[in-house]
């Protein structure tokens, strides 16, 4: 008894009951929230097989071809109440089609007439409110107050990336590059701000991560301008009408900063925390031990930059080999955007190593510490 009031005493323990409370409460909302849609929602009631079928195309790649008849209920709208049935077809490997299941809902498009609906996509929300509640409940619960404090820099960082496309959007004279550059600096400084709070070493974070991250973009850029972007596959941005090189490097900043900032931080609290437990050592010893932080950290983090922009276009790889096209070819037409852009990073992220080096002892320099 006594170790549940002091469990319900404590304000953090609330925070988390009640962002509890809340997420169970969405979860729930999303399975009855059809009549909120202004598109037609359906829920799939029965599917009856009609065929199955193997395919082999000219590649001679095999795969299985199933033709369906999905009865579907029509839960919002003018047609609510309603069944209706639509012949679906889809292969296993669902490389350009989508198998469905029973009790599956499904957004639809309805023209005149109710037999005329098919399926645009599945309805989703339940998995996206799902899987962003338990990220939050871990990062709270592992994180606590610092945990809080993360997710409110990830809600403001989001807010500033998606602000900065919208006004591009609605202002095209203004450029994305320009814009995307205002919401990293904002960005960077709340953020740490809300991480570490406001401390010296903050102040030395600040300055390196925005270093680090402009000047490996500023190198990228002369690069690209000196060399006219030689075996950079900018065509392969599909569908883009804007100026492939400007949105390239905007992407380069936003994916840069976070491994820069990663770096930036570690290296800085590091070397605060060496001086707090050894306030005799020298600024020689002192910097040699941020080096070797900074050595142990770079390759982790270039790999993981890696790895991150690679994976995203894994699929679209497959498909092109799939395809008989060579491995040379694939990997220019999916890779070399990606590759180019860890590159980057990773030039961001030597750079920041010496940077905030210097920066933590020009710091203690101008407040007097031991050389």
Same mark, same amino acid.
């Given at each position: 008894?006594?170790?549940?009031?002091?469990?319900?005493?404590?304000?953090?323990?609330?925070?988390?009951?009640?962002?509890?409370?809340?997420?169970?409460?969405?979860?729930?909302?999303?399975?009855?929230n059809?009549?909120?849609?202004?598109?037609?929602?359906?829920?799939?009631?029965?599917?009856?097989?009609?065929?199955?079928?193997?395919?082999?195309?000219?590649?001679?790649?095999?795969? #299985?071809?199933?033709k369906e008849q999905?009865?579907?209920?029509?839960?919002?709208?003018?047609?609510?109440?309603?069944t209706?049935?639509?012949q679906?077809?889809?292969?296993?490997?669902?490389?350009?089609s989508?198998?469905?299941?029973?009790?599956?809902?499904?957004?639809?498009?309805?023209?005149?007439?109710?037999?005329?609906?098919?399926?645009?996509?599945?309805?989703?929300d339940?998995?996206?409110?799902? &899987?962003?509640?338990?990220?939050?409940?871990?990062?709270?619960?592992?994180?606590?107050?610092?945990?809080?404090?993360?997710?409110?820099?990830?809600v403001?960082?989001?807010?500033?990336v998606?602000?900065?496309?919208y006004?591009?959007?609605?202002?095209?004279?203004?450029?994305?590059?320009? %814009?995307?550059?205002?919401?990293?600096?904002?960005?960077?400084?709340?953020?740490?701000?809300?991480?570490?709070?406001?401390?010296?070493?903050?102040?030395?974070?600040?300055?390196?991560?925005?270093?680090?991250?402009? &000047?490996c973009?500023?190198?990228?850029?002369?690069?690209?301008?000196?060399?006219?972007?030689?075996?950079?596959?900018?065509?392969?941005?599909?569908?883009?009408?804007?100026p492939?090189?400007?949105?390239? %490097?905007?992407?380069?900043?936003?994916?840069?900063?976070?491994?820069?900032?990663?770096? @930036? &931080?570690?290296? @800085?609290?590091?070397?605060?925390?060496?001086?707090?437990? #050894?306030?005799?050592?020298?600024?020689?010893?002192?910097?040699?031990?941020?080096?070797?932080?900074?050595?142990?950290?770079?390759?982790?983090?270039?790999?993981?930059?890696?790895?991150?922009?690679?994976s995203g276009s894994?699929?679209?790889?497959?498909?092109?080999?799939?395809?008989?096209?060579?491995?040379?070819y694939?990997?220019?037409?999916?890779?070399?955007?990606?590759?180019s852009? @860890?590159?980057?990073?990773?030039?961001?992220?030597? %750079?920041?190593?010496?940077?905030?080096?210097?920066?933590?002892?020009?710091w203690?320099?101008?407040?007097? @510490?031991?050389q």
């Amino acid at each position: 008894m006594n170790s549940t009031k002091k469990i319900l005493k404590r304000p953090f323990n609330w925070v988390v009951f009640v962002f509890c409370i809340i997420f169970l409460g969405v979860f729930i909302f999303t399975f009855m929230n059809a009549k909120f849609y202004d598109i037609p929602i359906g829920q799939i009631t029965s599917i009856e097989n009609k065929s199955t079928s193997q395919i082999t195309d000219e590649h001679h790649n095999k795969d #299985t071809k199933h033709k369906e008849q999905l009865t579907i209920k029509i839960l919002n709208g003018k047609y609510e109440g309603k069944t209706t049935t639509i012949q679906h077809q889809y292969i296993e490997s669902q490389a350009d089609s989508e198998a469905y299941s029973t009790n599956n809902k499904v957004l639809l498009h309805i023209d005149d007439k109710l037999s005329s609906a098919y399926i645009t996509e599945k309805k989703r929300d339940s998995l996206i409110v799902a &899987i962003t509640g338990l990220f939050l409940l871990t990062v709270l619960l592992v994180g606590r107050k610092i945990g809080l404090q993360s997710i409110l820099s990830l809600v403001i960082n989001t807010i500033v990336v998606v602000l900065a496309i919208y006004i591009h959007n609605q202002y095209p004279s203004i450029s994305l590059f320009g %814009l995307m550059s205002i919401g990293i600096f904002i960005s960077t400084i709340l953020t740490l701000i809300l991480v570490t709070g406001w401390q010296w070493r903050t102040l030395v974070t600040i300055i390196s991560t925005l270093l680090g991250t402009f &000047i490996c973009v500023g190198i990228t850029q002369l690069v690209i301008h000196f060399t006219d972007g030689s075996g950079i596959k900018f065509e392969t941005m599909s569908f883009l009408t804007l100026p492939p090189k400007e949105v390239f %490097l905007a992407s380069v900043l936003i994916g840069t900063l976070g491994a820069v900032m990663d770096v @930036a &931080i570690t290296i @800085a609290s590091g070397m605060a925390e060496i001086l707090r437990r #050894t306030p005799d050592i020298s600024m020689t010893r002192w910097a040699i031990a941020g080096r070797n932080i900074g050595q142990d950290i770079m390759g982790t983090m270039t790999n993981i930059l890696l790895f991150s922009y690679l994976s995203g276009s894994l699929p679209m790889l497959l498909i092109y080999l799939k395809n008989a096209n060579t491995v040379t070819y694939t990997i220019s037409m999916n890779w070399s955007l990606e590759i180019s852009r @860890a590159i980057t990073g990773g030039i961001g992220i030597v %750079l920041t190593i010496p940077i905030t080096i210097l920066l933590m002892q020009l710091w203690f320099r101008m407040r007097g @510490a031991n050389q």
